[in-house]
């Protein structure tokens, strides 16, 4: 059902060679699959700000989340499938270009939803002055920490853990993690592990091929390529 309501409410929708075709006026250059049986594609489209980009992510069944940033990182748009944007005047904005200047970014901001609901989240970027390469691509470490509260200021969750950064693309990229929900920490990692270009095999790929179920799992590369 959410997969039906997210292609309903943003119109890209994959096709039938086994490939995810971005919206009209949209232009995809790069495809991330990652830990945790998830692909990204991301891409940018006419129209908007200079520097504002799209990500979509995708599970075995489709699409789930697409999300809107800025030049500077902001998150000024997600569909899980609730719309969510960043509210006007943030307390301390998001800042890509403070992160790689200074070397921290704080942040203060708050979200709202299209059901009602909001929240309010506050925490830092950090470099650690480590890098890693993953498939080719050298990424910056960041040390990431952040609580979200709701409107009524009680804690949703906190998250801290390990990011990467690609100052050329200025993009974040999920690394290895905890969150606290309910008093409990919950361990993620969902690490890049192939980035895929135009014209290379695997582009705009429907399917995600690390960490899925056993039989994804089980294939090799090449027959990973061909999978509807």
Not at 3 to 20: D, E, H, K, Q, S
Not at 81 to 107: H, I, K, R, Y
Not at 178 to 204: H, K, N, R, Y
Request: glycine share 8%; hydrophobic share 35%.
């Amino acid at each position: 059902m959410r997969r039906v309501i997210l292609l309903l409410l943003f119109l890209p929708t994959p096709t039938l060679a086994g490939t995810w075709t971005p919206p009209e006026g949209c232009t995809a250059y790069l495809t991330v699959q990652a830990k945790q049986c998830r692909v990204s594609h991301h891409y940018t489209c006419t129209g908007d700000a200079p520097g504002d980009q799209w990500r979509v992510d995708m599970d075995q069944e489709g699409p789930f989340f697409y999300s809107r940033i800025d030049r500077e990182g902001q998150w000024l748009q997600s569909y899980d499938p609730t719309l969510q944007t960043l509210d006007p005047n943030p307390v301390d904005p998001a800042s890509f270009s403070t992160l790689l200047a200074e070397g921290v970014d704080t942040w203060d901001f708050t979200l709202s939803k299209t059901d009602g609901t909001g929240s309010r989240a506050v925490g830092f970027d950090r470099l650690t002055g480590k890098t890693a390469v993953i498939d080719g691509i050298t990424l910056q470490l960041t040390e990431v920490d952040f609580t979200e509260y709701d409107r009524s200021g009680a804690v949703l969750q906190r998250t801290r853990g390990t990011e990467y950064i690609s100052a050329d693309w200025r993009l974040f990229f999920a690394g290895p993690s905890e969150t606290e929900i309910d008093g409990e920490w919950l361990a993620v990692d969902g690490s890049p592990v192939e980035f895929i270009f135009p014209g290379e095999p695997g582009f705009l790929a429907s399917q995600p091929i690390f960490d899925c179920d056993a039989l994804t799992a089980s294939l090799s590369p090449d027959m990973r390529e061909i999978l509807p």
